[in-house]
């Protein structure tokens, strides 16, 4: 039976382009389902389905319902919204917090991380950080890694607002630090051991990376 791969992405301020890079490189026959959830204001909720249609060739939906994630589909979350895996189940649901970012990046990943738990047949699951600013996308990351989650993160040089990927890199809990058209094209590979095994380059856990943390934090 063939295995289903479903990408979570988190993404903020500059993940239009980090997001944009990444679909450009993904390949054509790419048998992936990808929920993506990029903080938007309601204002914007047209312009990510958008942009992402032109830079691939897989379907492309706004989320409405509940629906099965579906090989070679993006599911874009619409702003005002949370979207959460439950039950193998792709599902929108009420934003949980009046104050905060929405979509969810915590929320989505720690619902993947309950689902891959589960132990689902033949589904294996990546969660990803793009560009983006404050911490949102981090506090799940040892749930997903305990899970059997691949973790990758955006290379913070690479990335237009690193406040995102320095905090979860800060949590020492990923697998791999990459930029996000390398990423696509590792995916486009089909075989997942590979984003671990390229996975040792630079190490991001030393005192610099924590000094520009306190540094941005401190600005």
């Known amino acids: 039976m063939t295995e289903n791969t479903i990408v979570a992405i988190g993404a903020s301020a500059g993940g239009l382009e980090a997001l944009s890079e990444f ?11 990808v929920i993506v959830a990029q903080h938007l204001e309601p204002h914007n909720s047209s312009v990510l389905t958008q942009l992402i249609s032109r830079q691939t060739s897989l379907q492309v ?5 509940d629906v099965a994630p579906a090989p070679g589909t993006i599911y874009i979350t619409p702003p005002n919204s949370d979207v959460i895996l439950e039950n ?3 599902r929108l649901v009420k934003a949980s917090e009046k104050v905060g970012p929405k979509p969810s990046i915590n929320r989505l ?5 309950k689902e891959a738990e589960r132990g ?18 981090s506090e799940y990351l ?7 989650v691949i973790v990758v993160v955006q290379d913070p040089e690479s990335a237009r607002y690193n406040g995102m990927p320095f905090a979860a890199i ?10 996000t058209d390398r990423f696509a094209e590792l995916l486009s590979l089909g075989d997942l051991s ?8 630079r190490d991001f856990r030393d005192s610099q990376v924590l000094r520009s943390i306190t540094d941005t934090v401190h600005q």
């Open 142 to 148: 040892s749930e997903l890694r305990e899970a059997g």
């Open 109 to 113: 990943f720690h619902s993947m991380a």
């Open 194 to 201: 590979m984003l671990k095994e390229v996975g040792g380059g």
């Open 170 to 179: 800060h949590k020492n809990q990923y697998d791999l630090v990459v930029t």
């Open 88 to 90: 193998g189940v792709i």
């Open 120 to 137: 689902l047949p033949d589904t294996n699951y990546v969660a990803a950080v793009f560009s983006g600013t404050g911490t949102d996308g």
């Open 23 to 33: 679909m450009a490189a993904l390949s054509t026959d790419a048998t992936l389902s």
């Open 61 to 65: 939906h706004t989320l409405e319902a």
